[in-house]
Structure formats: structure tokens, C-alpha cells
């Protein structure tokens, strides 16, 4: 059953289907730019998708079809980043939805086409795998508007670009095509606009239908690799040795033995 729910007065979308999420940036008019109430409203969407809509994978894409996201709209600026208090309080809603991805329990996958800048990007950085047409293109454009991103984002952009292309693109705020970030290892893969969704349903399908303890294990496990983070590691333990006694296990080995595809209750 479809499950459907809106944000942020419908900028922010997100359905569930069949284990398959998807989270959309829908601003289309603005390049999907993401305003103050669409930050804030992205990490109870994620919560909702894992949550109570029983999302396996999660697909992040922009809405109309052109872009990704041009990032934070810039237009709210003299009101949400008017000063330093303003800042830190809207810097803040920033982290808050990077972390929603970054930390949510199931894989999020980015659809990346056409413009992909700034908090856009940024997004994009924190999810698990990033798949993008032949149209996207990529900026950290901080430097030339004389402000700085939050700290967890840079690290996000310095996991996912690497090092030196992190560097490239936070001191020169220049533009990058799909192929440089393909080469990097920022992308897992480019494709022509009219196969993108296809191929990142399908890889969101394929998710959906594993084991999701073994899948959430996993998923801890690496997150705690990248962050460096102990506590991270000991959770990512815990659920991996719960897989053992878990349901899921039991079916695996069923249907192993009988020759089919198993099916997984997340049990």
C-alpha cells in the first residue's frame, strides 16, 4: 500500500511503497531551492519514511524533472542569516537535515540531474550512494558568498569527494561535471536523463528486498568506519549479532535450501 505524506506545505514529499521510499525537494520553480521551513521539515520526513511508512531505501530527488537542488534560498538570507544568532539557529536546521540522512536507518539514495549546488550538495553528500545523469553539475559556491558551510557538511563533502577534490571545490566554489565526480568516487554511476530513475528504483528495489537488520548492521558498520566513531561501532556489533537470532536469518537459510527467493519481515 501507497502511503503519502507532505511537508513543509507540500515543498518536501515523501512516499512509501513496497519498501521503497521517496523523499522529494519539490521547489521546482526556484530549481528546487530548499528555504528555512523545508530544512527544518527534512529530518521528520526521514523519521516518517523509516518510521511509520516502513521504508527499506530511501531515494532522494528534486521535483520537475531539471534539478536536483540550487541549495539554500539565497532570497530568505537577510531574515534567517541576517546576523551571527540568525545563522548559527539556521546553520543548525542545516546539520539537522544532513544528520537526518547521514544517520537515518535505512540506505538513502541520491538522483542527481542538472543543478546540484550548495545545500543541495550537500545532501547529496550525505546520502549512502549518488547516481546522476549526464546534466548534473556541481558547486560549493561558500567562498564566493563570503560565508561558511557547517562543519559536519564539510566533513560529509571530504568523505564522499575525497580529500583533494573536497579542497578543489570548497576553496575555488567552482563548477564540476557528473564525469570528474564519477572519477573521484563522489558518484556510483552516470546515465542518460531518461534512464536515471530507472536505475536508481531498481537499486532502491534491490535494497528493499534484503535482510533490513543485515542491511542496517551494515550500514552502522560503515558509518562508524567513516566517522571514526566507537560507540557507532559497538551499535553496528550489537546489530550485527542480533541478525543471528533475527527471523530473517532462519528465511535466508530456508530459502537457500528450497531454492527461491527469501522473504524478509525485518524480524
Not at 88 to 112: G, K, Q, T, W
Amino acid at each position: 500500500m501507497k502511503q503519502i505524506r507532505d511537508f513543509a506545505a507540500g515543498r518536501i514529499r515523501a512516499e512509501s511503497h513496497d519498501g521503497v521510499g521517496l523523499l522529494v525537494i519539490d521547489n521546482p520553480e526556484r530549481k528546487n531551492a530548499v528555504t528555512a521551513a523545508m530544512w527544518r521539515s527534512i529530518p521528520h520526513a526521514v523519521h516518517w519514511l523509516c518510521g511509520e511508512a516502513g521504508a527499506r531505501a530511501i531515494v532522494l530527488s528534486g521535483a520537475g524533472g531539471r534539478d536536483f537542488s540550487a541549495g539554500a534560498d539565497i532570497s530568505e538570507f537577510p531574515v534567517v542569516r541576517k546576523d551571527t544568532a540568525t545563522a548559527r539557529l539556521y546553520e543548525a536546521d542545516n546539520s539537522s537535515a544532513f544528520a537526518a540522512i547521514r544517520a537515518a536507518r535505512v540506505p538513502v539514495i541520491a538522483a542527481i540531474r542538472g543543478i546540484c549546488y550548495g545545500g543541495g550538495f550537500g545532501l547529496a553528500a550525505a546520502c549512502d550512494l549518488r547516481i546522476a545523469d549526464d546534466t548534473a553539475a556541481f558547486a560549493v559556491p561558500a567562498a564566493r558568498l563570503g560565508l561558511a558551510y557547517p562543519a559536519d557538511a564539510v566533513q560529509d563533502f571530504a568523505r564522499s569527494l575525497g580529500d583533494q577534490m573536497a579542497r578543489r571545490a570548497l576553496y575555488t566554489g567552482a563548477a564540476m561535471r557528473a564525469a570528474e565526480l564519477l572519477a573521484c568516487g563522489f558518484l556510483l554511476d552516470i546515465t542518460t536523463p531518461d534512464t536515471l530513475d530507472d536505475k536508481v528504483l531498481t537499486l532502491a528495489e534491490t535494497i528493499a528486498t534484503n535482510a533490513p537488520l543485515s542491511v542496517q548492521a551494515s550500514k552502522l558498520a560503515l558509518r562508524a568506519a567513516a566517522e571514526k566513531d566507537d560507540d557507532l561501532l559497538r551499535e553496528a556489533e550489537v546489530t550485527g549479532a542480533s541478525t543471528f537470532e533475527s527471523a530473517d536469518y532462519a528465511e535466508g537459510r530456508r530459502a537457500f535450501a528450497e531454492k527461491r527467493k527469501p522473504v524478509f519481515t525485518g524480524e
